[in-house]
């Protein structure tokens, strides 16, 4: 029916998919990536965190009356 469509594959691209299929396989622990866990896998979370839990033990100073909300 619709024959002689073949494709053309492209050897960047399979590659690079090759690569990422393979990248549990290829992986390897270095400084950088040592320092790339410890900021987005540990510290950007822990700042995250402190942040909302001291937003919502801060006083409502807009509300007539002070409400401090301390739920944790």
Do not use: D
């Amino acid at each position: 029916m619709g024959g002689g469509m073949e494709t053309n594959k492209n050897r960047f691209i399979e590659e690079w998919g090759a690569a990422r299929e393979n990248l549990e396989h290829n992986f390897r622990w270095t400084r950088r990536n040592l320092a790339l866990v410890g900021l987005f896998g540990i510290a950007l979370p822990v700042f995250i965190y402190k942040g909302i839990v001291k937003e919502f033990m801060t006083c409502s100073s807009r509300a007539m009356v002070p409400l401090c909300v301390h739920t944790i």
